[in-house]
């Protein structure tokens, strides 16, 4: 559920002259922007990947970590004890 679908009456600091119309036409506004922003970086990695530039780091396997099974499953149960502690409230 986003803030616009809650009916939650908010005002934003920086411009509280704004209305839910200068609030959607902003959002719409972002989303158009963050398009534009992966077509031109889309855009700009096919063009550098076409005159040869080698993408991407080539020696991540050397900071990757090998296993993680043991960070996997620390980190499930920590979502399960914060679920279970959701649940009681």
Known sequence: MSLMDSK????CADMPEANNFTVQILAVMAQYESKLI??????????????GVKLGNPN???VRPK????????????VQE???EMLMV
């Open 67 to 78: 296993d993680t099974k043991a960070a996997r499953t620390a980190h499930i149960k920590k």
């Open 60 to 62: 991540l396997h050397l």
């Open 8 to 11: 939650v009456k908010f005002v």
């Open 82 to 84: 914060r679920n279970q």
């Open 38 to 51: 992966s077509e031109r970086t889309k855009a700009a990695l096919a063009v550098a990947k076409a005159r």
